[in-house]
């Protein structure tokens, strides 16, 4: 697969879906539904012992998908990201190890903050694209206004706490083309294996795009 820059990547996917796997025999076929419905970006979060397991059953199973390793908070979470072949990686904050370590990688990485002092000290190690997190649905969107100004070099994917319904609003700002969302394959449908109506939920994700454009 061509390697992708983060903003690239986020260019991508107007919704990025968050996903926990506690099982990696479901993985192949969850990134297929993900995929049938238009999504080609999603985060697995290493949070679980079947996460890299999991993210290498995708990249097999979605090979036109780009897979990312997400809740990396050490220089060795980002050697097990890249050992399963993740396409980007994804933190809910950021230290000097850490971006050290996947500035090493070579990996796209996409850290988060959450106030204008960590904005300046992510810009200082290089990156420009930017978790907002927690989010926390419309709150949210009144703080990223304040930093298009201040940042306009800075792209932010908010995550934590954002429902369907919010989406929108966030869509509409100038620094902010992609949200971080888990309703797209919720708990309960990837432990029934219900694929049609998680590909369903895609399809609404992937619609968003147009109705940002």
């Known amino acids: 697969m061509e390697k992708r820059k983060m903003r690239e ?45 999991a993210i290498r059953a995708m990249v097999k199973a979605a090979p036109e998908a780009q897979v990312g390793a997400g809740t990396l908070l050490r220089a060795e979470d980002v050697e097990r990201a890249v050992d399963a072949g993740a396409a980007f990686g994804v933190a809910p904050g950021l230290t000097e190890a850490l971006g050290r370590a996947v500035n090493a990688a070579g990996l796209p990485f ?49 995550t934590g706490g954002i429902k369907v319904e919010h989406v929108p609003g966030y869509l509409a700002l100038p620094n902010c083309g992609t949200i971080g969302c888990s309703w797209v394959a919720p708990a309960d449908l990837v432990r029934t294996r219900d694929w049609k109506a998680i590909t369903e939920l895609a399809r609404k994700a992937a619609a968003m795009k147009e109705a940002r454009a």
């Not at 968050?18 to 949070?47: K, S, Y």
């Not at 903050?113 to 190690?125: I, N, P």
């Open 9 to 53: 990547i986020l260019a991508c996917a107007p919704v990025l879906p968050v996903l926990t796997v506690h099982d990696a025999d479901v993985a192949g076929n969850l990134a297929r539904a993900l995929v049938d419905g238009g999504v080609r970006v999603f985060e697995v979060l290493m949070r679980t012992p079947a996460a890299a397991e």
């Open 110 to 158: 996409l850290p988060g903050v959450s106030t204008a002092s960590e904005v300046m000290a992510a810009m200082e190690q290089g990156f420009l694209e930017l978790k907002f997190f927690p989010a926390h649905g419309s709150a949210g969107i009144t703080w990223l206004q304040s930093m298009a100004g201040v940042f306009p070099t800075v792209t932010f994917c908010p």
